[in-house]
């Protein structure tokens, strides 16, 4: 009896052979980041998957914030020369040419003039910064994309910038080397003699990175057709630099609206005509090669003369604003100052960051792909957090 | 498939050159003459004391606000200084190395040193004092805002001479 | 064909001046030269896979510009029995999510399966010490593809048990992979066993001894067993598995200590393994090089013919790390594509050439490789054609030509 009873219930409780199975896939949410390998830094996606498939993805950032706008006009004295200690590191890798922007910026602003020689060296540590960057871009690419060897071969070539950089500003990667209407101190005897050295040697080493893989077809098959933008949103989203160029728009800062003395210099400005990852890697490496184009044509014509304009010791410009823009290796890179007129710190003080800007675009790139496409996808951005959360 | 081989071989050109690396604890990197490490407190060899008059300009520009620094009267009377400083600390866990404690000063009274190595167990070790601040600024000369050194280069510093 | 070439060679698993009582039998047929064996090939594979992380980190530093280890030893070469110190004294950590009899389990599963194929591998011989064979079975073949398979499943109870997302990915990634490679790997091998006649390992190598190596004879089955077993281990550029770019490690993400060390050790020895099966297979086992035997040179092999082996399956390891710090990562449905569009396909044809060797004689078979060739050639020239070379080229721009900044309607 208690037996015929428990067989009952077994078969009560048991799934009938004829009922429907709900054999659907189950969304998974994966967090990825702030601590991974591969978010350059500490960049939060959270992705929601359908088995390898991005089916959405949502951005987290602020992890890296330090408030560099703030600490920028908080300076008591000197004010003006304290903000650029939290611009460089804000980008870190790009730290010269926002230093040239913010200068720019102050320049402006208090109607400072700069010398020609200040302006050359200006052009060339930053076109070598460019340099840097890209190589750092280059590594944390391949990386991204499985292979550790590039960043080896990138760090290789970084080494040798920054020890010229050490060698004119004292520190390697923040050297705090400009100042409002020219330089801190003059370049070393030896500078010319260097800087040649070094783009000697980074030819050879640009071949080397190709030769690795710029045409490895697992290299290819992975980013090619990977995260295209297409013009009108890249537009849209106000995506610039490398990315921007990629869909077919030669638009550059140091082309469209050249500041500084980039006017009198021939190069190219790359573009690609899909734009995907590759065209925005390649475009990069291409830019690696105009940038020591710059170089040599500044290095040819630098002349001498004194590298500090008129600027007063103390520095306190009137009121008024300034926006000034520029081209570093990551897009359009702005800097807005307003000063109250009294006190020796901008009133106000911010940066337009390209990477933010066009970090917006991971959405458009990574929804549909799978999740290593993701890593791919977000490395070809070349986000520095240091510049998005600020 | 030319692309794989053309790696492989670019590997192996690689594998076959010298490797670029520095043994770094065993054989000091070169430092270059401008090389920005730890600031450092003058010493004034020819009356035997500190430069430095306590004006407290650099604590006051410095951006990380990592210089605390108090005064005393001077009364030795080898120069005409009105203060001497009594204690002097940099936070060097602090301080970011941009050097504009030294730009300001007007007595030319600090320098930064070529002092880098500073690992350590206790960041509390990072607040060096005045004795310290003047010992790895010994050797050190005053270069900022002066001008370059004509003749041969200073080049690069003897990594023997790191402190 | 083969079988009276085995005899004439004698080499026997058991040398003849071995006691009695190391051979009897004992418990399951085990005899005491048995556990012998085994303990030694347990050590041999410790020992050798230390000495395959230190070579590996050697070859990644010089091919990375940089020097590898240098301070443990000479040249770094203590550096690995370092390593598993270090793994030993670390905490072993079990996270709360784990499950607390699966998590434990699994690196022990896969371990086992990998050092277990060793068994069956024919070492060569040296001089007084016969032929090294652990067991020498005449299913060899079959045991070796059916044991490693068991690893999939250590690999899935790890990344199921953790209690991670990330692994979870992994060992899904991990079962996808396997079961895709086991069929080309299995396909290619079936060439080998038709060459021999035979699926026992040594025999397999005598038989290479006798009608040349199998890599010059099938070479497409040498290409898609080599690149099938790499995928298998999970191996640059097919790690998708491990992935740790992407996934930080996959399965092994929360392991630590020894147990994570067990992982590293059976991911290394199936490396040590799969060059060892290559040699054997393919390479011609301990032959010193093909066609020694009928130059009057096959007493060195006989002799010395574990050195060769040795030899062999090093440069394989090799090769397998070098190609690790070259090439990135495949996607996994470019991994899937892989094995079912390329391997697969060249499997069958490399078993349907091999059965035209030992049917229809050399002739037919040379036309056959011809015809393959010249198939591929085309299919590869199509690919490329296919692929738009456009992109490449980048366009350059004249000054006048580039909009500003209010004609693309940007922010000013
Ligand atoms: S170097 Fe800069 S951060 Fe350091 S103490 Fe001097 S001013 Fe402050
Ligand atoms: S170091 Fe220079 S600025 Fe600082 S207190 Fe001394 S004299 Fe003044």
């Given at each position: 009896m208690a037996i015929a009873s428990a067989i009952n219930m077994l078969r009560e409780t048991a799934p009938s052979v004829s009922e429907e199975r709900n054999l659907e896939t189950v969304e998974m949410t994966i967090n990825m980041g702030?601590?991974?390998?591969?978010?350059?830094?500490?960049f939060r996606m959270v992705l929601t998957l359908e088995g390898e498939r991005v089916k959405n993805v949502q951005s987290h950032i602020?992890?890296?914030?330090?408030g560099a706008e703030k600490l920028g006009e908080?300076?008591?004295?000197e004010g003006y020369r304290k903000a650029m200690i939290t611009l460089d590191r804000t980008d870190y890798l790009s730290s010269l040419l926002n230093e040239h922007a913010y200068v720019m910026a102050v320049e402006k602003l208090a109607g400072i003039s700069v010398p020609e020689r200040a302006e050359y060296i200006r052009i060339i540590l930053g076109e070598l910064t460019r340099i840097n960057s890209h190589c750092m871009f280059y590594g944390a690419f391949g990386a991204d994309s499985g292979a550790t060897t590039p960043y080896m071969y990138a760090f290789a070539l970084r080494e040798e910038i920054q020890q010229l950089f050490e060698a004119v500003g004292?520190?390697?990667?923040?050297?705090?080397?400009?100042?409002?209407?020219?330089?801190r101190e003059d370049v070393p005897h030896d500078f010319v003699h260097r800087v040649q050295a070094i783009i000697d040697r980074a030819f050879y080493a640009f071949d080397d990175f190709d030769n690795l893989i710029t045409a490895n077809e697992i290299f290819l098959s992975r980013t090619r057709g990977l995260g295209i933008l297409d013009q009108t949103r890249a537009l849209d989203l106000g995506v610039s630099g490398p990315l921007l160029r990629a869909?077919?728009?030669?638009?550059?800062v140091r082309r469209s609206?050249?500041?500084?003395?980039?006017?009198?210099f021939a190069f190219d400005v790359p573009v690609g005509t899909t734009g995907d990852c590759y065209e925005r890697y390649l475009i990069r490496q291409e830019e690696m090669r105009q940038s020591i184009r710059i170089i040599e044509q500044a290095l040819k014509d630098l002349p001498g003369g004194?590298?500090?304009?008129?600027?007063?010791?103390a520095l306190r410009p009137p009121k008024g604003e300034a926006y000034v823009r520029i081209e570093n290796s990551r897009g359009d890179f702005g800097v807005y100052l307003v000063s109250d007129?009294?006190?020796?710190?901008?009133?106000r003080v911010k940066y337009r960051s390209p990477c933010f800007v066009n970090l917006q675009s991971l959405n458009d790139m990574v929804i549909g792909t799978y999740i290593a496409d993701a890593v791919v996808a977000l490395g070809s951005i070349d986000i520095v957090l240091g510049e998005v959360d600020r | 498939m030319r692309g794989v081989l053309g790696g492989f071989f670019q590997t192996l050109k690689s594998f076959l050159t010298k490797p670029v690396t520095r043994l770094y604890p065993y054989e000091k990197p070169p430092l270059e003459a401008r090389f920005m490490g730890a600031p450092s407190l003058l010493w004034d060899d020819a009356v035997d004391e500190?430069?430095?008059?306590?004006?407290?300009i650099c604590a006051r520009s410095c951006p990380d606000d990592c210089i605390t620094l108090t005064g005393d009267k001077y009364?030795?009377?080898?120069?005409?200084?009105?203060n001497i400083i009594k204690d002097y600390f940099i936070d060097l866990g602090r301080c970011?190395?941009?050097g504009i404690c030294v730009e300001v000063c007007p007595f030319d009274a600090n320098e930064m040193s070529?002092?880098?190595?500073?690992?350590?167990?206790?960041?509390?070790?990072?607040?060096?004092?005045k004795d310290q601040l003047i010992e790895i600024g010994?050797?050190?000369?005053?270069?900022?805002?002066?001008?370059e050194p004509v003749g041969p280069l200073p080049g690069i510093l003897d990594p023997s001479t790191y402190r | 064909m083969s079988n009276n070439a085995a005899s004439e060679l004698?080499?026997?698993?058991?040398?003849?001046?071995?006691?009695?009582f190391l051979v009897a039998p004992m418990?399951?047929?085990?005899s005491l030269a048995d556990l012998i064996a085994l303990v030694v090939l347990l050590l041999f594979v410790l020992i050798f896979v230390m000495i395959e992380i230190w070579m590996e980190r050697k070859v990644a530093g010089h091919i990375q510009l940089r020097r590898g280890p240098?301070?443990?030893?000479p040249h770094g070469s203590l550096q690995s029995p370092a390593d598993v110190l270090k793994l030993l004294t670390k905490e072993d950590l079990t996270p709360v999510a784990a499950d607390r009899i699966v998590f434990p389990m699994a690196p022990y599963l896969v371990f086992v399966p990998v050092f277990l194929t060793f068994?069956?591998?024919?070492w060569g011989p040296l001089v007084l010490f016969g032929?090294?064979?652990v067991r020498p079975f005449d299913l060899g073949l079959v045991y070796m593809v059916a044991i490693p398979a068991m690893q999939g499943i250590g690999l899935v109870m790890a990344g199921w048990s953790s209690g991670n997302k990330y692994s979870l990915l992994g060992s899904a990634r991990v079962v996808a992979q396997l079961i895709s490679y086991e069929l080309p790997m299995v396909i290619a091998l079936l060439g080998v066993a038709m060459m021999a006649e035979s699926l026992n390992l040594t025999t397999i190598v005598e038989s290479q001894m006798k009608q040349g190596w199998n890599v010059f004879l099938q070479p497409i089955g040498f290409l898609v067993f080599f690149l099938a077993t790499m995928s298998e281990m999970s191996r640059?550029?097919?790690d998708i598995a491990v992935a740790e770019s992407e996934?930080?490690?996959?399965?092994?993400?929360e392991y630590s200590g020894m147990r994570w060390g067990i992982f590293y050790l059976a991911e290394f020895a199936a490396v040590c393994l799969n060059s060892a099966l290559s040699t054997a297979l393919f390479?011609?086992?301990?032959?010193?090089?093909?066609g020694s035997r009928a130059l009057g040179l096959g007493w060195i092999s006989d002799q010395f013919g574990l050195l060769f082996f040795m030899g062999k399956m090093i440069v394989l390891v090799l090769i397998i790390q070098w190609a690790r710090f070259v090439l990135p990562r495949l996607r996994i449905d470019q991994l899937m594509d892989f094995a079912w569009k390329f391997l697969l396909p060249a499997a069958f044809v490399n078993f349907i050439l091999t059965a035209i060797l030992q049917v229809f004689g050399f002739v037919p078979f040379a036309i056959g490789i011809g015809l393959t060739l010249a198939l591929a050639a085309v299919l590869l020239a199509t690919y490329q054609a296919r692929r738009?070379?456009?992109?490449v080229a980048l366009m350059r721009t004249s000054p006048e030509s580039v909009p500003t900044s209010k004609g693309v309607g940007l922010p000013v």
């Amino acid at each position: 009896m208690a037996i015929a009873s428990a067989i009952n219930m077994l078969r009560e409780t048991a799934p009938s052979v004829s009922e429907e199975r709900n054999l659907e896939t189950v969304e998974m949410t994966i967090n990825m980041g702030p601590q991974h390998p591969s978010t350059h830094g500490v960049f939060r996606m959270v992705l929601t998957l359908e088995g390898e498939r991005v089916k959405n993805v949502q951005s987290h950032i602020g992890y890296l914030h330090r408030g560099a706008e703030k600490l920028g006009e908080s300076g008591e004295i000197e004010g003006y020369r304290k903000a650029m200690i939290t611009l460089d590191r804000t980008d870190y890798l790009s730290s010269l040419l926002n230093e040239h922007a913010y200068v720019m910026a102050v320049e402006k602003l208090a109607g400072i003039s700069v010398p020609e020689r200040a302006e050359y060296i200006r052009i060339i540590l930053g076109e070598l910064t460019r340099i840097n960057s890209h190589c750092m871009f280059y590594g944390a690419f391949g990386a991204d994309s499985g292979a550790t060897t590039p960043y080896m071969y990138a760090f290789a070539l970084r080494e040798e910038i920054q020890q010229l950089f050490e060698a004119v500003g004292g520190a390697r990667m923040f050297p705090n080397y400009y100042r409002a209407g020219g330089l801190r101190e003059d370049v070393p005897h030896d500078f010319v003699h260097r800087v040649q050295a070094i783009i000697d040697r980074a030819f050879y080493a640009f071949d080397d990175f190709d030769n690795l893989i710029t045409a490895n077809e697992i290299f290819l098959s992975r980013t090619r057709g990977l995260g295209i933008l297409d013009q009108t949103r890249a537009l849209d989203l106000g995506v610039s630099g490398p990315l921007l160029r990629a869909t077919g728009l030669p638009y550059d800062v140091r082309r469209s609206e050249p500041y500084s003395i980039y006017d009198r210099f021939a190069f190219d400005v790359p573009v690609g005509t899909t734009g995907d990852c590759y065209e925005r890697y390649l475009i990069r490496q291409e830019e690696m090669r105009q940038s020591i184009r710059i170089i040599e044509q500044a290095l040819k014509d630098l002349p001498g003369g004194p590298i500090m304009g008129n600027a007063p010791k103390a520095l306190r410009p009137p009121k008024g604003e300034a926006y000034v823009r520029i081209e570093n290796s990551r897009g359009d890179f702005g800097v807005y100052l307003v000063s109250d007129g009294k006190s020796s710190a901008p009133y106000r003080v911010k940066y337009r960051s390209p990477c933010f800007v066009n970090l917006q675009s991971l959405n458009d790139m990574v929804i549909g792909t799978y999740i290593a496409d993701a890593v791919v996808a977000l490395g070809s951005i070349d986000i520095v957090l240091g510049e998005v959360d600020r | 498939m030319r692309g794989v081989l053309g790696g492989f071989f670019q590997t192996l050109k690689s594998f076959l050159t010298k490797p670029v690396t520095r043994l770094y604890p065993y054989e000091k990197p070169p430092l270059e003459a401008r090389f920005m490490g730890a600031p450092s407190l003058l010493w004034d060899d020819a009356v035997d004391e500190v430069v430095c008059v306590a004006c407290n300009i650099c604590a006051r520009s410095c951006p990380d606000d990592c210089i605390t620094l108090t005064g005393d009267k001077y009364t030795d009377g080898k120069t005409n200084k009105k203060n001497i400083i009594k204690d002097y600390f940099i936070d060097l866990g602090r301080c970011s190395y941009c050097g504009i404690c030294v730009e300001v000063c007007p007595f030319d009274a600090n320098e930064m040193s070529p002092h880098f190595e500073l690992s350590t167990y206790d960041r509390m070790t990072l607040v060096y004092d005045k004795d310290q601040l003047i010992e790895i600024g010994r050797g050190v000369t005053r270069r900022t805002g002066k001008p370059e050194p004509v003749g041969p280069l200073p080049g690069i510093l003897d990594p023997s001479t790191y402190r | 064909m083969s079988n009276n070439a085995a005899s004439e060679l004698t080499l026997q698993a058991v040398p003849s001046w071995m006691p009695a009582f190391l051979v009897a039998p004992m418990i399951g047929g085990l005899s005491l030269a048995d556990l012998i064996a085994l303990v030694v090939l347990l050590l041999f594979v410790l020992i050798f896979v230390m000495i395959e992380i230190w070579m590996e980190r050697k070859v990644a530093g010089h091919i990375q510009l940089r020097r590898g280890p240098l301070h443990v030893g000479p040249h770094g070469s203590l550096q690995s029995p370092a390593d598993v110190l270090k793994l030993l004294t670390k905490e072993d950590l079990t996270p709360v999510a784990a499950d607390r009899i699966v998590f434990p389990m699994a690196p022990y599963l896969v371990f086992v399966p990998v050092f277990l194929t060793f068994l069956v591998i024919p070492w060569g011989p040296l001089v007084l010490f016969g032929n090294f064979v652990v067991r020498p079975f005449d299913l060899g073949l079959v045991y070796m593809v059916a044991i490693p398979a068991m690893q999939g499943i250590g690999l899935v109870m790890a990344g199921w048990s953790s209690g991670n997302k990330y692994s979870l990915l992994g060992s899904a990634r991990v079962v996808a992979q396997l079961i895709s490679y086991e069929l080309p790997m299995v396909i290619a091998l079936l060439g080998v066993a038709m060459m021999a006649e035979s699926l026992n390992l040594t025999t397999i190598v005598e038989s290479q001894m006798k009608q040349g190596w199998n890599v010059f004879l099938q070479p497409i089955g040498f290409l898609v067993f080599f690149l099938a077993t790499m995928s298998e281990m999970s191996r640059a550029p097919f790690d998708i598995a491990v992935a740790e770019s992407e996934i930080v490690g996959g399965p092994f993400v929360e392991y630590s200590g020894m147990r994570w060390g067990i992982f590293y050790l059976a991911e290394f020895a199936a490396v040590c393994l799969n060059s060892a099966l290559s040699t054997a297979l393919f390479l011609g086992g301990w032959e010193l090089f093909p066609g020694s035997r009928a130059l009057g040179l096959g007493w060195i092999s006989d002799q010395f013919g574990l050195l060769f082996f040795m030899g062999k399956m090093i440069v394989l390891v090799l090769i397998i790390q070098w190609a690790r710090f070259v090439l990135p990562r495949l996607r996994i449905d470019q991994l899937m594509d892989f094995a079912w569009k390329f391997l697969l396909p060249a499997a069958f044809v490399n078993f349907i050439l091999t059965a035209i060797l030992q049917v229809f004689g050399f002739v037919p078979f040379a036309i056959g490789i011809g015809l393959t060739l010249a198939l591929a050639a085309v299919l590869l020239a199509t690919y490329q054609a296919r692929r738009s070379p456009s992109t490449v080229a980048l366009m350059r721009t004249s000054p006048e030509s580039v909009p500003t900044s209010k004609g693309v309607g940007l922010p000013v």
